[in-house]
Structure formats: C-alpha cells, structure tokens
C-alpha cells in the first residue's frame, strides 16, 4: 500500500518559511502518471491544493500561493518537498501531502498523509 508521511517543524515565526517533507513508501514519486501534492486546512475552513509536483518533476501552483510556495524533489530519497515563504499566522493550517491523479475529467487523490499541524506563531 502507497503511505505518505509528512514531516517538519510544528511551529514557525512569522516571516521565515515553512518547510515540510513528504516521504513516500509503496509507490515510486516518479511513476507515471502521479502527481504529488500539498494540500493544507487552516482551522475551520475548507481544503486548500497548494501545488504538486508531477512524476517527471514538472511542478505546479496554486495562483493564489504560486509567489511564496516552491516544491521540489528527491528522488533518491523517494520525497517531496513543501517551502511557504514569508508566512504569517493565516497559514497556519493542517498540512497534507498526497497521491494525485486524474482519470477523465476527474481529479482524484487516493492517497494521504494523516496531516501534520503548522502554527505560525511568534
């Protein structure tokens, strides 16, 4: 079974930049034809995709965080990894990583980390 696993700091300060990664067992980040995704929730509100990176690495970004997120790889570690700069307490949030696809014209995501929470906080 595919399992995604986030990792990093719990706590960040306002303007210093987040960083997560995503370690993935079970299931190669350069397969064909997955994507790998971050997704956050901040408290109370809905799932919000931040970008993903795609099995031959092309990366894409929510036009919304497109300015302040970078995702990359590792592909001998079989890892994706998040950094939000310059962030401020409105992304504080629940942080998930997870499997993409698409099948049609339906995007799917059957794969997911359980979630690491990030408080930014002075």
């Known amino acids: 079974q595919v399992h995604l696993q986030e990792s990093g700091p719990g706590l960040v300060k306002p303007s210093q930049t987040l960083s997560l990664t995503c370690t993935v067992s079970?299931?190669?980040?350069?397969?064909?034809?997955?994507?790998w995704s971050w997704i956050r929730q901040p408290p109370g509100k809905g799932l919000e995709w931040m970008g993903a990176?795609?099995?031959?690495?092309?990366?894409y970004y929510s036009p919304s965080l497109k300015n302040r997120t970078s995702i990359s790889r590792d592909t001998s570690k079989n890892q994706f990894i998040l950094r939000l700069s310059s962030v401020t307490p409105e992304d504080t949030a629940m942080y998930y990583c997870?499997?993409?696809?698409?099948?049609?014209?339906?995007?799917?995501?059957?794969?997911w980390g359980k979630g690491t929470l990030v408080t930014v906080s002075s």
């Open positions: 990176i795609g099995y031959s690495g092309r990366i």
């Open positions: 997870a499997r993409e696809g698409s099948y049609s014209d339906y995007d799917f995501k059957d794969y």
């Open positions: 079970g299931a190669s980040i350069t397969t064909n034809y997955y994507y």
